[in-house]
T-cell receptor
Framework: DGGITQSPKYLFRKEGQNVTLSCEQN?????MYWYRQDPGQGLRLIYY???????QKGDIAEGYSVSREKKESFPLTVTSAQKNPTAFYLC?????????????????FGEGSRLTVL | AQSVTQLGSHVSVSEGALVLLRCNYS??????LFWYVQYPNQGLQLLLK??????LVKGINGFEAEFKKSETSFHLTKPSAHMSDAAEYFC??????????????FGKGTHLIIQP
């Protein structure tokens, strides 16, 4: 079935360590996104990418990095520079909004990854 | 800049009663509007969306929402609550002019509690 797969579901990290969260989609979507979710804060955009080999910072990019080497993959690295990394991370994808007539606005989400810093 | 305000971080209703979750948006251009539902430790699932067609939008699980431009609102309703409706609900906006280049802007969410 088509969808978005995030792994791992749960991850524990010691302070000072970098960790990478995986996001893979087989929906043939051009655009991919990473959001961070904290209780009572809603979802905040970390990074997004509309095409391969290109990505932009979102509202809270500090302490995070991404790559987009393949259309179906958009991994997120939480670096040691992120001061408060404990959160629920959600990856999403959508049809590329730049293509006329193709924009629906809808995001498709993965099941999320919960990161806890010990 | 676009923004979304969801009134009430927690809403409690009795099973069988009307569900009303409020959402007001701010956008400089005609918006696309969405409601998503999230169950514990899961991703978000789309309930319904408004993309400048009919102002009354019907979604899954018996939910519907009405776009009111004059009130800048997009409230979510369901005539009769079911225990399975207990979840977190998010309203989101995208600016159609930019084609949603930077994804959606989300409200802080409303936790819906269903009392037996």
């Amino acid at each position: 079935d088509g969808g978005i797969t995030q792994s791992p579901k749960y991850l524990f990290r010691k302070e000072g360590q970098n960790v990478t969260l995986s996001c893979e989609q087989n929906l043939n979507h051009d655009a991919m996104y990473w959001y961070r979710q904290d209780p009572g804060q809603g979802l905040r955009l970390i990074y997004y990418s509309q095409i391969v080999n290109d990505f932009q910072k979102g509202d809270i990019a500090e302490g995070y990095s991404v790559s987009r080497e393949k259309k179906e993959s958009f991994p997120l690295t939480v670096t040691s520079a992120q001061k408060n990394p404990t959160a629920f991370y959600l990856c999403a994808s959508s049809v590329n909004s730049g293509l006329a007539g193709h924009y629906t606005g809808e995001l498709f989400f993965g099941e999320g990854s919960r990161l806890t810093v010990l | 800049a676009q923004s979304v305000t969801q009134l009430g971080s927690h809403v409690s209703v009795s099973e069988g009663a009307l569900v009303l979750l409020r959402c007001n948006y701010s956008s400089s251009v005609p918006p696309y509007l969405f409601w998503y539902v999230q169950y514990p430790n899961q991703g978000l699932q789309l309930l319904l969306k408004y993309t400048s067609a009919a102002t009354l939008v019907k979604g899954i699980n018996g939910f519907e929402a009405e776009f009111k431009k004059s009130e800048t609102s997009f409230h979510l309703t369901k005539p009769s609550a079911h225990m399975s409706d207990a979840a977190e609900y998010f309203c989101a906006v995208s600016e159609a002019k930019r084609g949603g280049a930077d994804g959606l802007t989300f409200g802080k969410g409303t936790h819906l509690i269903i009392q037996p």
